[in-house]
């Protein structure tokens, strides 16, 4: 969703570097090529069936995944991004983990990393752009809970068109997000690289993701963006596996945000979230 916003840099992490265990080798993916952005709600903030976030793609890139994720107040959840694939295609992915059943033209089955179904759409990412990612709760019936992934935008003449993704079903206990459990994820999902530098450049600016009880009705945000990186890897630029990433905090329109760079040499990903912060 487009807007005008202020950024301010409040605080900028060191590096995270990742190195793994052992080389990847061949066409393995990049290993601990992420990072991840932490939310606090209140204590009291109550399960929610509905949780939305503006998301900027400042630099989309190749196998590139930037996500919002949740667990149900019972069992997993989900995650609903915007994405690039190798070829540097865009789309827009809603996933459920153990969902049963899909409404959508373009939803299936996944497995591998745990089992469930996704919702695909092509999309054009506009790096300028502010969008809207929403999951919310829909019917009940006899085979569990119906949940539906939307992407808003505006308009140029101020309107906001909302697209549907897809819909999934899981099991009747499924029927509430619990807000302790929201994080952001942006990840390089590529083949393994020669070097941890070498991993494509990219950044996203996180607003307060929002849940609300109702499905219509008035949301809560949430508050203290705190990055985090898979613990003990680090990335220099010369580590087999890993990427290089930046967390720079920022004040948004709706509230405190996170600027996530990942990828890239060290400088080269300093100087990108240093100009998205307006330094």
Do not use: K
């Not at 900028?12 to 601990?32: H, K, M, R, Y």
């Not at 109550?46 to 503006?54: D, L, Y």
């Not at 789309?91 to 299936?108: I, Q």
């Not at 999309?123 to 300028?128: K, L, N, S, Y």
């Amino acid at each position: 969703m487009q807007r005008i916003y202020r950024l301010f840099l409040i605080a900028l992490t060191a590096p995270f570097l990742v190195l793994g265990l052992a080389a990847p080798a061949g066409a393995d993916q990049q290993l601990w090529a992420a990072a991840y952005v932490d939310w606090t709600f209140a204590e009291d903030a109550p399960s929610a069936a509905r949780v939305e976030q503006e998301i900027r793609i400042a630099a989309p890139a190749r196998a590139s995944f930037f996500t919002l994720n949740w667990d149900f107040e019972v069992g997993e959840g989900g995650y609903i991004g915007l994405q690039s694939d190798e070829a540097g295609a865009h789309n827009l992915r809603f996933s459920l983990w153990n969902a049963t059943s899909a409404r959508g033209a373009a939803c299936r089955r996944f497995d591998g990393e745990g089992v469930g179904m996704t919702c695909e759409l092509p999309w054009r990412i506009a790096p300028d752009a502010f969008y809207r990612v929403r999951v919310v709760r829909g019917a009940a019936d006899g085979g569990g809970q119906w949940w539906s992934g939307w992407i808003d935008t505006r308009e140029a003449d101020g309107r906001v068109v909302q697209t549907s993704i897809g819909e999934l079903r899981v099991g009747a206990s499924g029927n509430a997000i619990n807000p302790a459990t929201i994080y952001n994820f942006s990840e390089f999902w590529g083949d393994a690289v020669g070097a941890c530098q070498d991993v494509p450049l990219s950044a996203a600016i996180f607003a307060p993701p929002r849940v609300s009880v109702s499905v219509t009705g008035g949301a809560s945000a949430a508050s203290n963006p705190v990055g985090r990186r898979p613990d003990g890897h680090v990335c220099n630029g010369a580590e087999r596996t890993g990427a290089v990433s930046r967390h720079a905090r920022v004040t948004l329109d709706d509230g405190p945000g996170m600027i996530l760079t990942l990828g890239g040499s060290l400088s080269a990903n300093d100087a990108m979230a240093r100009r998205l912060a307006g330094r």
